[in-house]
C-alpha cells in the first residue's frame, strides 16, 4: 500500500504540473515566457529542501539497516559463544546451558523470526530459554565464580544484540517524516513541470521523467530499508541458521546419546517441563 501510494502520488504530481503548464501557455503564451525565470527562481529552493531531506532520510535509513544486520550477527555469534564458554563449565550445568543455546537458537527461527517483518515483539518461546540460562548460573555462582563471570558476559552481550535487532524492526523513520518527504518531491516534480519553457526540446521531457523515476525510487528505496526484516532488501537468518547447525552439531558429539530438552522447533518438550527444578 505504501508503495503504490507513492507512485501514485509523484505520478499525480507530474501529470498535474504538466497539465498546468501546458494550460498557463495557452491562455497567455507571452506572458509565460516572461514568468520563466521567475517561476525557476522559486523552484530552486524547493529542489534544494528536497534533495537535503532525502539525502538525510537515506543515511538514518541505512544506519538503523545497518545496526539490524550488525545486530542479527552478533546475537549469533554470542549464542555460540555462550555454548563454547559452557565447556569449562562443570556437569550437570555444562550439558543444561548448552542444550538451552541450542533449544534458543532453534526457537528464534521458529518463533521470533517469522514476526520480525510485522512488529519485532519478542516471542515467549525464545525468552523461556534466555531466562532458563539464569538456573544453571545460580547454581555456579556457588561453586565457580570466575566460569560465572564469562557466562553472565556472554549472556548479556546476546541480550542486548537480541534487544537492538528487536527495535531495529522498527521503522526508524516516522511516518509523518516520510509523508513529508513525499509531499516536498511531489511538489519539486510538479514545479519542474510546471516550468518548463514553451520552446522545450525532446530532452527537457526526458530529463524531467527521468528526474521524476529517481525521486520515486528513492522513496521506495528508504521505504524499503527502513524495515530491515522485511522486502525487497532485507536481512536475513542466515547468521542464526549457520549458529543452529554448528551447536546442534556440536551438542551430539559432546552429549552422545542425551535428548535435548525441545524439538526441532525450539518448543520445550513436556518431558523436560515435567523434569524436577525445570
Same mark, same amino acid.
Given at each position: 500500500?505504501?508503495?503504490?501510494?507513492?507512485?501514485?502520488?509523484?505520478?499525480?504530481?507530474?501529470?498535474?504540473?504538466?497539465?498546468?503548464? @501546458?494550460?498557463?501557455?495557452?491562455?497567455?503564451?507571452? %506572458?509565460?515566457?516572461?514568468?520563466?525565470?521567475?517561476?525557476?527562481?522559486?523552484?530552486?529552493?524547493?529542489?534544494?529542501?528536497?534533495? /537535503?531531506?532525502?539525502?538525510?532520510? $537515506?543515511?538514518?535509513?541505512?544506519?538503523?539497516?545497518?545496526?539490524?544486520?550488525?545486530?542479527?550477527?552478533?546475537? %549469533? @555469534? +554470542?549464542?555460540?559463544?555462550?555454548?563454547?564458554?559452557?565447556?569449562?563449565?562443570?556437569?550437570?550445568?555444562?550439558?543444561? =546451558?548448552?542444550?538451552?543455546?541450542?533449544?534458543?537458537?532453534?526457537? $528464534?527461527?521458529?518463533?521470533?523470526?517469522?514476526?520480525? *517483518?510485522?512488529?519485532? +515483539?519478542?516471542?515467549?518461546?525464545?525468552?523461556?530459554?534466555?531466562? *532458563?540460562? +539464569?538456573?544453571?548460573?545460580?547454581?555456579?555462582?556457588?561453586?565457580?565464580? *570466575?566460569?560465572?563471570?564469562?557466562? &553472565?558476559?556472554?549472556?548479556?552481550?546476546?541480550? &542486548?544484540?537480541?534487544?537492538?535487532?528487536?527495535?531495529?524492526?522498527?521503522?526508524?523513520?516516522?511516518? =509523518? &517524516?516520510?509523508?513529508?518527504?513525499?509531499?516536498?518531491?511531489?511538489?519539486?516534480?510538479?514545479?519542474?513541470?510546471?516550468?518548463?519553457?514553451?520552446? +522545450?526540446?525532446?530532452?527537457?521531457? &526526458?530529463? /524531467?521523467?527521468?528526474?521524476?523515476? #529517481?525521486?520515486?525510487?528513492? #522513496?521506495?528505496?528508504?521505504?524499503?530499508?527502513?524495515?530491515?526484516?522485511?522486502?525487497?532488501?532485507? =536481512?536475513?537468518?542466515?547468521?542464526?541458521?549457520?549458529?543452529?547447525?554448528?551447536?546442534?552439531?556440536?551438542?551430539?558429539?559432546? @552429549?552422545?546419546?542425551?535428548? /535435548?530438552?525441545?524439538?526441532?522447533?525450539?518448543?520445550?518438550?513436556?518431558?523436560?517441563?515435567?523434569?524436577?527444578?525445570?
Amino acid at each position: 500500500m505504501l508503495t503504490i501510494i507513492t507512485i501514485a502520488a509523484m505520478a499525480a504530481a507530474l501529470a498535474i504540473g504538466l497539465a498546468a503548464n @501546458h494550460y498557463r501557455r495557452r491562455r497567455a503564451p507571452q %506572458a509565460a515566457d516572461e514568468e520563466a525565470a521567475p517561476i525557476s527562481d522559486l523552484i530552486s529552493p524547493l529542489e534544494t529542501l528536497a534533495v /537535503l531531506l532525502v539525502a538525510f532520510v $537515506i543515511v538514518v535509513a541505512a544506519e538503523s539497516f545497518g545496526s539490524a544486520g550488525q545486530a542479527v550477527g552478533a546475537e %549469533a @555469534h +554470542r549464542v555460540d559463544q555462550l555454548y563454547e564458554v559452557a565447556d569449562y563449565a562443570p556437569e550437570p550445568q555444562r550439558e543444561r =546451558i548448552q542444550a538451552d543455546a541450542v533449544c534458543y537458537a532453534r526457537a $528464534i527461527l521458529a518463533y521470533e523470526w517469522p514476526q520480525m *517483518d510485522k512488529d519485532g +515483539r519478542k516471542s515467549p518461546e525464545v525468552s523461556v530459554w534466555s531466562s *532458563d540460562f +539464569r538456573r544453571p548460573f545460580k547454581e555456579l555462582a556457588r561453586t565457580d565464580a *570466575d566460569i560465572l563471570a564469562l557466562l &553472565v558476559d556472554a549472556d548479556d552481550q546476546r541480550s &542486548v544484540a537480541r534487544q537492538t535487532r528487536l527495535s531495529e524492526a522498527a521503522p526508524a523513520i516516522p511516518r =509523518i &517524516v516520510y509523508w513529508f518527504m513525499v509531499v516536498a518531491l511531489a511538489a519539486t516534480i510538479g514545479a519542474f513541470a510546471f516550468g518548463l519553457p514553451a520552446k +522545450r526540446s525532446p530532452s527537457h521531457m &526526458v530529463l /524531467l521523467f527521468v528526474l521524476a523515476a #529517481l525521486f520515486t525510487g528513492s #522513496l521506495l528505496l528508504i521505504a524499503d530499508i527502513d524495515r530491515p526484516f522485511s522486502g525487497q532488501i532485507r =536481512i536475513d537468518s542466515t547468521a542464526m541458521e549457520d549458529t543452529v547447525g554448528d551447536i546442534g552439531e556440536d551438542f551430539t558429539e559432546d @552429549h552422545p546419546g542425551r535428548p /535435548l530438552p525441545c524439538d526441532s522447533r525450539g518448543a520445550r518438550t513436556p518431558d523436560d517441563a515435567e523434569a524436577p527444578g525445570r
